[in-house]
């Protein structure tokens, strides 16, 4: 197997591709045999660029994780090649270490941008058989129009099959967990729907404002940057029915099924059931922050936001009457990722008259902490009558296994090498996503809803926080 990194000198390659790699060499999930190609344009030669991945290992990796010498068998396995990817001709000093016949994996860890262009270079090359694969990162565009002239761009060289698109969520542990929690328990899957859940919600908070990005997030913002991708994959586990199995085209069907059943917002609802905001000045973890318009990179006039939150449907059987709430922003209190299931109350309560029970409440924590809480109400001990109270039974995934962390693009890149692509998405996936989020950005322009002040670290109005935790 030989695997080809663009974008091999980037960020995403040191800090999670490289030790992703070493981890599965050192677990033995990839042989001795394996060649790794770092691809870019540096000006620099392969002794250079193992130096580079060492370095970026000891970085990255927990001191406990590594030796000298596992470091040294694992850059034994690891190349450098400078390529121009606009430049054609560059693509043929690949074609020596290429075999049509053998395992070809080429990661995309570029901009989108260069995906028609590199899919383009390695196919007039004939670097790609029919067991090659590619893996691209997200965005797949920004809009449907321009998702599906990427689409387009890959489905020229490569059969859907080829394609692993990666959404890193779909690789951590507690998503993961979310699908055996659903369908390995009876106990979950019996009351999973809206005779015994009032309603869901999903959460992706950061506590840090753009960064270097500001460029970049002028011209995306929260909605297109991890709704459409990060929390619509985590609705589609949460929502859809049982696939036939796990290794297979079903689950994928069975998310596709969820997107098509989203309700469409329109110009009645949109006001209500949406809030945008931007974050203004405030003290970030001790020290002064600005505003998100006073970041570098930033139109002072733009209108886009950092934050968003949304209360949806979806018009099924299964989910008929439950609202889902998805909220997600930069420069919020914590960096925070849950999934809250919260049951609806008693039909009556016996214990005691005009008290309030609190309802039951299944917490699936995806950051920092991995792990599962269900709270439940149980009888108070020590105490004469039905004094209740509510206890979680917690299980918190990285103290439990053995093992210890797996990164999700650890996870990812195993699944790509084993050829499973039930947790990478689908095309028709992306595009049914991007037509639901494209209905969302044309009513906020045509609508005139407003842009709220996210005032560290939530915004003044509360049209959608009825049901906030």
């Known amino acids: 197997m030989k695997i080809f990194i663009f974008g091999g ?37 392969t002794e250079q660029y193992r130096t580079d991945t060492k370095k970026h290992l000891r970085n990255y990796l927990e001191a406990s994780e590594h030796t000298e010498q ?10 450098y090649k400078r390529i121009d990817f606009n430049v054609a001709h560059d693509f043929h000093l690949l074609q020596k270490d290429t075999n049509s016949n053998n395992r070809n994996l080429f990661y995309l860890a570029v901009p989108p941008s ?23 990162e997200k965005p797949i565009g920004s809009d449907l129009l321009s998702s599906i002239e990427i689409n387009e761009a890959l489905a020229c060289h490569f059969v859907e099959n080829q394609i692993f698109r990666i959404d890193h969520y779909l690789g951590k542990e507690a998503v993961q967990n979310l699908l055996a929690l659903r369908f390995a328990n009876t106990i979950f899957e019996k009351s999973w729907s809206s005779s015994a859940i009032d309603h869901i919600q999903i959460t992706v908070a950061e506590d840090l404002g753009v960064e270097d990005r500001g460029g970049y997030y002028d011209e995306t913002g929260a909605l297109r940057d991890m709704v459409q991708n990060h929390l619509l994959q985590i609705l589609c586990l949460i929502a859809m029915e049982p696939p036939v199995s796990i290794q297979s085209e079903s689950v994928r069907d069975e998310k596709l099924k969820v997107l098509k059943s989203l309700a469409p917002f329109t110009s009645d609802n949109i006001a209500v059931n949406s809030v ?54 930069k420069r919020m209190q914590s960096k925070s990722s849950e999934i809250v299931v919260r049951y609806k109350t008693v039909p009556h309560n016996i214990f005691s008259k005009g008290a309030h029970l609190e309802p039951d409440q299944l917490v699936l924590r995806i950051h920092p902490d991995e792990g599962i809480d269900l709270k439940l109400k149980t009888k108070r001990p020590g105490v004469s009558g039905y004094d209740l109270e509510n206890l979680p039974l917690d299980l918190n995934l990285n103290e439990y296994h053995e093992i210890g ?15 499973n692509p039930s947790l990478f998405v689908r095309r028709d996936e992306i595009e049914a996503s991007w037509k639901w989020i494209d209905n969302i950005i044309n009513l906020w322009k045509s609508e005139d809803v407003p842009m709220e002040e996210q005032r560290f670290h939530f915004c003044n109005r509360n049209k959608v926080w009825q049901h906030s935790t």
């Not at 596992?70 to 190349?79: A, D, G, P």
Request: with cysteine; net charge negative.
């Open 405 to 419: 962390h797996q990164d999700c693009y650890e996870r990812l890149l195993l699944d790509v090498i084993k050829g």
């Open 114 to 136: 260069f995906y028609k262009t590199i899919a383009d270079n390695l196919s007039e090359q004939s670097l790609i058989g029919p067991s090659s694969s590619i893996i691209v």
């Open 276 to 329: 945008r905001a931007q974050y203004l000045e405030g003290i970030s973890k001790g020290e002064a922050a600005c505003s998100y318009l006073d970041e570098e990179g930033v139109d002072s006039k733009n209108q886009t936001e950092t934050f968003v939150a949304l209360k949806l449907e979806i018009n099924n059987w299964r989910w008929s009457g439950v609202p889902f709430y998805l909220r997600t922003g």
């Open 9 to 45: 000198t980037g960020d995403l390659a040191a800090r999670k591709l490289l030790p992703a790699l070493y981890r599965h060499h050192k677990a033995g999930r990839i042989s001795n045999e394996t060649q790794i190609y770092g691809i870019g344009s540096r000006q620099i030669d």
């Open 70 to 79: 596992s470091l040294e068998l694992f850059v034994l396995m690891v190349t």
